[in-house]
């Protein structure tokens, strides 16, 4: 048994209803927030201001090899808290939309992971920039694979 887990933990899914209008928030790189598609109401989000920690690769791979594997094959029902539709998702997955109403839903399953981030880095760019980015890079190659460029 993973050393994480303690008897009776469960799988739990969250999401993250807007407070004006009830629809689901998503994350907005833009603005470091989770922001409602729907009536562009932002809830920012107020991180601990905890240091920034880099672990060491060498360390981190030793540590995985020590540490007893989890069963990641058997996938998980989940239901979405919006529409009350049951659906089942890999077990790997952290973050999930509702495949019927796409409401976005987080779940708790990083307790099952071996190694768990300690700080995350926010987009330095925006997903916008990002393709701008991606498409000049693409375009200096001078061989591509036709799969590579039909992202650009």
Known sequence: MNPKLKEGTHFTQKSFPCNKCGA??????????????YCGVTNHINPPKLPIYENDLEDALYRLESIPK??????LK???????????????I???????CATPIVTNLDMLMPLSPKSLLPFAINQKEAKVVF???????????NSLKKFT
């Open 78 to 92: 989940a239901s979405c808290p919006s529409c009350g539709a049951g659906f089942e998702m890999d077990a790997h």
């Open 94 to 100: 952290r973050s999930t939309k509702c495949p019927f």
């Open 24 to 37: 689901s928030l998503v994350f907005c790189a833009d603005e470091g927030a989770l922001k409602c598609e």
């Open 70 to 75: 989890v069963d990641f094959e058997k996938d």
């Open 135 to 145: 498409k000049k890079w693409v375009g200096n190659l001078w061989v591509a694979p």
